[in-house]
């Protein structure tokens, strides 16, 4: 190859590595009201594709309304108003078009307390694809709950039990059925609301490695109050403060040097 040919791939290399990553969720001056209260101020964030994302921030400040704004969760309560606009892979959340049913098949949910069907482990993991006619056979639905339990590390503990009830299951394996549950219909993006709040520290290491893991395939979106948590399974962080968000940036930066003062005052612990 000449080194003209050479010095043209070394050049889209360097332009490959510093290209600006894809956006898989996008907000603009997000807001959203309870009724006459204002929960949300104008959030503006750009999360990239493939990374967790980690929001942390006091009680109340508003990490879990932005979450539940991304797969429309709050439609469900009465007198919520959402103004701004949120996109995911480039479709508005919010577009009057849109198929709610649909948008939580791409955008999955997991939350604190786990919360599996009252139902077999093995109907747990097929009902998505199901409703979603995803298989064509019984085979394709086995292939499917297989490989989603297999993807939430859980496969080797349940495989003889898969006709047993979900809530058979201790806590850490229950959140861990609801991760498989979410992924088995292929989100893009997948929220967890403090996943591990409830668990044990054995579960909980056990739910951060599937973290990692999972990354690979999909957006995750964290929502902790832990920031050792944070700081371990995330690569951005966004912090916010009643109602607003003060401040975004690479985990690192955000735990070694954050440019907003009420950043630094919560992390080292003055309030929170």
């Avoid at 849109?98 to 919360?115: I, S």
């Avoid at 394709?140 to 006709?163: C, M, Y």
């Avoid at 912090?239 to 630094?264: A, I, K």
Wanted: net charge negative; with cysteine.
């Amino acid at each position: 190859m000449s080194e003209a040919n050479l010095f043209a791939l070394d050049q889209e290399d360097a332009a490959a590595e510093t290209a600006a990553p894809e956006i898989s969720i996008s907000a603009k001056s997000l807001s959203v009201f309870y009724g006459t209260k204002q929960a949300l101020f104008g959030v503006n964030l750009d999360i990239p594709r493939h990374i967790v994302m980690a929001m942390i921030g006091p009680s109340g400040c508003g990490k879990s309304t932005f979450i539940r704004c991304i797969n429309r969760m709050n439609d469900v309560i009465p007198g919520c108003r959402v103004e701004g606009s949120i996109t995911v892979e480039g479709q508005d959340v919010y577009d009057r078009e849109l198929d709610v049913v649909q948008l939580r098949a791409k955008v999955g949910m997991v939350f604190q307390k786990p919360n599996p069907f009252p139902k077999s482990i093995f109907d747990n993991i097929a009902y998505g694809p199901r409703i979603h006619g995803m298989a064509d056979s019984k085979s394709d639905l086995d292939a499917i709950v297989e490989s989603s339990l297999r993807a939430a590390a859980l496969w080797d503990e349940v495989k003889d039990r898969l006709k047993e009830p979900g809530t058979s299951l201790s806590g850490g394996q229950q959140q861990r059925l609801c991760i498989a549950r979410a992924i088995a219909v292929n989100p893009d993006v997948l929220l967890m609301d403090e996943p591990c709040s409830a668990l044990d520290p054995i579960a909980t290491a056990l739910i951060e490695e599937l973290i990692e893991e999972l990354r690979a395939r999909l957006t995750i979106v964290i929502v902790t109050h832990n920031m050792q948590q944070a700081a371990r399974v995330s690569q951005m962080t966004a912090f916010f403060h009643l109602g607003v968000m003060v401040e975004t940036d690479s985990t690192e930066n955000m735990f070694t040097q954050p440019q907003d003062e009420r950043t630094r005052g919560y992390i080292t612990g003055r309030f929170g």
